[in-house]
Nanobody, 124 residues
Framework: QVRLVESGGGLVQTGGSLRLACAASGGTLSDYSMGWFRQAPGKEREHVASINWSRGTKYYADSAKGRFTVSRDSAGNMMYLQMNSLKPEDTAVYYC?????????????????WGQGTQVTVSS
């Protein structure tokens, strides 16, 4: 089981940027597909972005395309989510997740390793 810890959330104004980080330990990340999900109050957890660790293939939700960028570090134990042009509707708890492929990358139930989440609040 890989252990995941998110950081980088906070309060930002509309149009601002944040960079979330996910620190992974206890596993070989090249074996995993990694994803970012978010959950707003009263809503289901939704996919934001994913990356296949070994191939580097990236996937984005429509809401994230053109504004968010998922990346990994060369050492192989950090994943990032650069979020630009933030909107109030991006307000949510953001979670880092990992799963051994093959997985449907946008389906939260396919991931069995989760971080504790980091709060992102975008003020209007």
């Amino acid at each position: 089981q890989v252990r995941l810890v998110e950081s980088g959330g906070g309060l930002v104004q509309t149009g601002g940027s944040l960079r979330l980080a996910c620190a992974a330990s206890g596993g070989t990340l090249s074996d995993y597909s990694m994803g970012w999900f978010r959950q707003a109050p009263g809503k289901e957890r939704e996919h934001v972005a994913s990356i296949n660790w070994s191939r580097g293939t990236k996937y984005y939700a429509d809401s994230a395309k053109g504004r968010f960028t998922v990346s990994r570090d060369s050492a192989g134990n950090m994943m990032y989510l650069q979020m630009n042009s933030l909107k109030p509707e991006d307000t949510a708890v953001y979670y880092c997740a990992a799963a051994v492929p093959p997985v449907r990358v946008a389906v939260a139930s396919e991931y069995d390793n989760w971080g504790q989440g980091t709060q992102v609040t975008v003020s209007s």
